[in-house]
């Protein structure tokens, strides 16, 4: 019978990998509760319509990407290829938008019908983070403070911020004319999605990574151009506070984002190690989101980072995290021993909670265990064979420590194991 292959782009995350993944996860969680976000979880499944809704139509996610079909009430549902508009559905559906000021986050898997390619996969996990009902630039520029506080807990070097403004939906509409004008003097030259962009969303063309376009996009007419008096007095305000914080930014005019709901800011934190593909990290303001969803009016302003991505940056740059060896290892050898040695290993686990306890099971000899005893990293080592049964002890063997191996009696176990190594 032939093996049940994998789905291209659903990647298993294997022991060896997994401390990368938990530490990224554990010093997020940190950073959130030194900033005050409190977690927020959502549905993986959500109706379709609420992403065509809240992405726009004219997006690649929606047209090309998204996981949808029907169920079997002949409802459209989606596996949640972002998580924003989820959480925004989630703050109206729980009366939470109103006269409110919320910061949260959430981790979990986004799926997405794309070519796999370095980082990106079609189930893929994001760290995600959210601020609602502030309206002016000091909370884009915390969130921006926030990620780069995350960078440097996690020792990754060498990423670049480039910000930008979108203005508010009235400017951009007016710049969207403008944009069309230019872009169809020169259709000949547009690709084939550029084209159809042309007539959705125009400013997607700015976004796109064809080489060919790049001059074209270069003479394009600037955004920054064509911003709003409030917009640019709110983005002015955000460079003040960055400027004042220490952090390097680069005002990029043609980043646009990929999604519709954004309005006024917008950032990537970028790495030059990857080619096109280089965004770490994205965000912006999308203050029309939770009416658009038909909530109240509520400003809101949010990133997300892959973790894959981060996982392969921080191994690229040598931050490898590795899984923690036991601290003691408990080699057992005898139908009486191995009876005995589980009921002794829960008691030392109920008296130190954190210890790293690893019991050789399946068996083998004094010999085979030991090498599996030394191969685990353990510190110390607890023998138990028949003849320490009859005799009501176990012997303490250091495989890490200094001093001497020693028998100890079994009801003063615990507090030996605590005393050699050093807890407490």
């Known amino acids: ?100 000021r919320h910061r949260w ?12 390619q370095k980082g990106r996969y079609r189930q893929f996990h994001q760290i995600d983070a959210e601020a609602y009902g502030f309206e002016g630039p000091d909370v ?16 990754i070097e060498g990423l670049k911020l480039e910000i930008n403004s979108l203005g508010t939906p009235e400017a951009r509409r007016a710049y969207r004319a403008t944009l069309v004008e230019y872009f169809s003097a020169h259709a000949d030259a547009l690709d084939a999605d550029s084209t159809r962009r042309l007539g959705g969303n125009p400013l997607r063309i700015l976004d796109s990574k064809n080489p060919a376009l790049a001059a074209l996009i270069a ?10 008096a409030e917009s640019r007095v709110h983005f002015e ?23 519709d709901y954004y309005t006024r800011t917008v950032f990537e934190w970028i790495t030059t190690a990857w ?84 019991t050789g099971l399946g068996g083998g000899s004094f010999k085979s265990q030991f090498r599996r005893a030394d191969k685990s990293g353990a510190a110390l080592a607890l023998v138990l064979g028949d003849g320490e049964v009859e005799r009501g002890v176990v012997a303490l063997k250091p495989l890490r420590l200094g001093g001497e191996q020693e028998e100890v009696a079994l009801a003063d176990l615990p507090a030996r194991i605590g005393s050699r190594l050093g807890l407490g």
């Open 1 to 100: 019978m032939e093996p049940i292959a994998p789905i291209t782009g659903m990647n298993d995350v294997l022991p060896e990998r997994a401390p990368a993944w938990q530490h990224v996860e554990r010093v997020a969680r940190e950073v959130f509760a030194a900033y005050g976000y409190q977690e927020i979880r959502v549905p993986i499944l959500e109706q379709t319509g609420l992403f065509k809704r809240a992405i726009g139509e004219f997006t690649d996610i929606v047209e090309k990407e998204m996981f949808s079909f029907e169920d079997r009430g002949g409802d459209g549902l989606t596996l949640r290829p972002e998580a924003t508009a989820g959480i925004a559905r989630a703050a109206i559906s729980n009366g939470l938008v109103h006269n409110q």
């Open 105 to 116: 986050y959430t981790l979990g898997p986004m799926f997405r019908g794309e070519r796999p």
């Open 140 to 155: 884009d520029a915390e969130l921006i403070l926030l990620s780069a506080r995350l960078w440097k807990r996690l020792g």
């Open 219 to 228: 003479g394009a007419p600037r955004l920054t151009d064509h911003l709003d």
């Open 237 to 259: 305000g955000l460079c003040a506070r960055l400027d004042d914080a220490g952090v390097a930014y680069t005002v990029n005019p043609r980043l646009v984002r990929g999604l």
């Open 275 to 358: 080619g096109a593909q280089n965004a770490v990290c994205s965000g912006g303001r999308y203050d029309g989101l939770v009416a658009q969803l038909g909530g109240e009016h509520t400003p809101a302003v949010g990133w997300a980072l892959g973790i894959e991505r981060l996982v392969i940056l921080m191994e690229e740059q040598g931050r490898t995290v590795s899984a923690e060896p036991p601290h003691v290892f408990f080699v057992m050898v005898g139908a009486a021993a191995e009876r005995l040695a589980l009921r002794l290993a829960e008691q030392v686990r109920d008296a130190w909670p954190d210890l790293r306890l690893e």
